[in-house]
């Protein structure tokens, strides 16, 4: 007997099933690429194939939690991917190589959410949270370089969304919504 299969899915077990929204990236490769992410794994759109291929699966038990697109002071693009509160971010400036950001210790390391904004200075930055705290940076490269962490809210109420608006950030939370606005 011969079988012919035209479609085949595989699901990464723990994955919770949920997909990050889809973040352009333009690596070091200089091309402009799509990545999601769901469960562990880090997926690229592969426009031939019409369909998203790994690219990265991560070797802890936390789940990806966002991906966001940052240019890097001046490098060609940074895409990083937030695991929650259990482990460290990971960065990637191709989009097939992901690692730990430089000097990866403490709450610095740590990102749920990210969102790109302007900073106090009119500079583009990168904002994260961390259970109910943003930090921002311009260079996210080093754990050295984020800010001190700004309290959002109630603590017992936890973060859902964070969204840009006019290069403000919004953080959507359980008991409503916050505003950063440089």
């Not at 007997?1 to 919770?16: E, L, Q, R, T, Y």
């Not at 889809?22 to 091309?31: A, D, E, I, L, T």
């Not at 990545?35 to 790994?54: C, L, N, P, Q, V």
């Not at 017992?156 to 919004?170: I, L, P, Q, R």
Request: charged share 25%; no cysteine; aromatic share 10%.
């Amino acid at each position: 007997d011969v079988w012919v299969v035209d479609d085949m899915a595989v699901i990464i077990s723990n994955a919770n099933g949920e997909w990050t929204k889809m973040v352009r990236f333009k690596g070091s490769n200089s091309n402009h690429e799509f990545y999601a992410a769901s469960g562990r794994a880090i997926y690229k759109w592969d426009e031939g194939d019409d369909a998203f291929y790994a690219v990265h699966v991560s070797d802890s038990a936390n789940d990806i939690s966002d991906l966001e697109s940052f240019d890097d002071s001046g490098t060609a693009g940074v895409l990083y991917a937030g695991r929650g509160t259990g482990d460290n971010y990971l960065r990637s400036t191709d989009g097939a190589t992901f690692s730990d950001p430089t000097s990866p210790t403490g709450n610095a390391a740590k990102a749920e959410l990210f969102l790109k904004v302007r900073n106090a200075n009119g500079d583009s930055a990168l904002m994260k949270t961390r259970t109910n705290k943003a930090a921002f940076t311009t260079d996210a490269s080093t754990t050295a370089n984020w800010g001190t962490e700004i309290k959002v809210g109630d603590v017992d109420h936890a973060v859902t969304s964070v969204f840009s608006v006019n290069d403000a950030g919004y953080v959507g939370k359980e008991d409503g919504l916050w505003v950063y606005n440089p």
